[in-house]
């Protein structure tokens, strides 16, 4: 699994290793926070779908937002275990902050923002989520 990661273009790397951050299920409004946003990161997302790393969802749990999946948890797992501890800290806060802004409090959100500020060190934040 780690060689066909290793194996796409690096653009497409960097948005697949953010998106592996953000959970199994990630919105393209997160990867835009932690990689940029805009043609770059359509095209990079539709080559990751076109290379059946990632799957577009149908429909999306946050409105306005287009929905991805991973394809298999253990392309996700992979991904997740390259990225270097510090850039997980800051990816996991640039994730927090984009459901914070992007969500109601409701109940499942607030257990993924308390595991993403946990994540990124900010365990005062994430008791408020607990």
Do not use: C
Not at 25 to 33: D, K, P, T, Y
Request: glycine fraction near 6%.
């Amino acid at each position: 699994m780690s060689a066909r990661i290793d194996a796409i273009p690096v653009t497409q790397r960097r948005i697949l290793l953010a998106a592996a951050v953000v959970g199994r299920v990630f919105w393209s409004g997160a990867l835009g926070r932690m990689e940029g946003n805009g043609t770059t990161l359509a095209e990079s997302l539709d080559s990751l779908e076109a290379h059946d790393l990632i799957r577009r969802e149908a429909s999306s749990w946050i409105e306005g937002e287009k929905q991805f999946s991973f394809k298999h948890v253990l392309i996700r797992e992979v991904a997740y275990a390259t990225v270097p501890r510090a850039t997980r800290r800051e990816r996991h806060a640039a994730a927090a902050e984009f459901l914070e802004t992007s969500t109601s409090s409701a109940g499942a959100t607030a257990t993924a923002l308390a595991g993403h500020w946990r994540e990124a060190g900010n365990d005062a934040r994430a008791l408020e989520y607990l």
